[in-house]
T-cell receptor
Framework: DAGVIQSPRHEVTEMGQEVTLRCKPISGHDYLFWYRQTMMRGLELLIYFNNNVPIDDSGMPEDRFSAKMPNASFSTLKIQPSEPRDSAVYFC????????????FGDGTRLSIL | SQQGEEDPQALSIQEGENATMNCSYKTSINNLQWYRQNSGRGLVHLILIRSNEREKHSGRLRVTLDTSKKSSSLLITASRAADTASYFCATDNRRNTPLVFGKGTRLSVIA
């Protein structure tokens, strides 16, 4: 079975550019989560969706960050404009049946903003 | 905000030895989960223990939960070099919020 698929795996861009990260959750999963991982702050929850509806975006650091889930099989996380401090690994995860159920993670997008 | 706090932050052992990692948390939980993260990869779910359970096994993994002390431990027996990874605990608290992950324990198993 296909797991959570994220693209791109690596992204290097200059500050000020728009960055779009993509995620395809596991088919049938009704929750989708976006995380950011850094050495300093660990794994931070940015936003999560239930049945394609954003439930809590309180972890989104600034208005420069936005996320959408137009359908059950696709989500995007956009940063515009990007800044060097946004450099991190961004993970998407999905789960079925509740907020506290085991999550399945993609392999992340390593983002470097120069 | 972080709920689970793993201890130690880093652990280095020889192949064949047992590795024990601990997790403490602050609020009442429905369940506690352990995940593994290999370098450059996403987190992988290992095991879930419910608040009414005290011990659970899965292969070489043994998880205990003490709700009175708000703590859990993950024991990996007969460790292998392939067990080298970071291990995270995550709590499903009773506030109807998503899982909260700790900062992890980095385990190095030396062949």
């Amino acid at each position: 079975d296909a797991g959570v698929i994220q693209s791109p795996r690596h992204e290097v861009t200059e500050m000020g550019q728009e960055v779009t990260l993509r995620c395809k959750p596991i088919s049938g999963h009704d929750y989708l989560f976006w995380y950011r991982q850094t050495m300093m702050r660990g794994l931070e929850l940015l936003i999560y969706f239930n049945n394609n509806v954003p439930i809590d975006d309180s972890g989104m650091p600034e208005d420069r960050f936005s996320a959408k889930m137009p359908n059950a099989s696709f989500s995007t996380l956009k940063i515009q404009p990007s800044e060097p401090r946004d450099s991190a690994v961004y993970f998407c995860a999905s789960s079925f049946g509740g907020r506290g159920q085991p999550q399945h993670f993609g392999d992340g997008t390593r983002l470097s903003i120069l | 905000s972080q709920q689970g706090e793993e201890d130690p932050q880093a652990l280095s052992i020889q192949e064949g030895e047992n590795a024990t990692m601990n997790c403490s948390y602050k609020t009442s939980i429905n369940n506690l989960q352990w995940y593994r993260q290999n370098s450059g990869r996403g987190l992988v779910h290992l095991i879930l223990i419910r608040s009414n359970e005290r011990e659970k096994h899965s292969g070489r993994l043994r998880v205990t939960l003490d709700t009175s002390k708000k703590s859990s431990s993950l024991l990996i027996t007969a460790s292998r070099a392939a067990d080298t990874a970071s291990y995270f605990c995550a709590t499903d608290n009773r506030r109807n919020t998503p899982l909260v992950f700790g900062k992890g324990t980095r385990l190095s198993v030396i062949a």
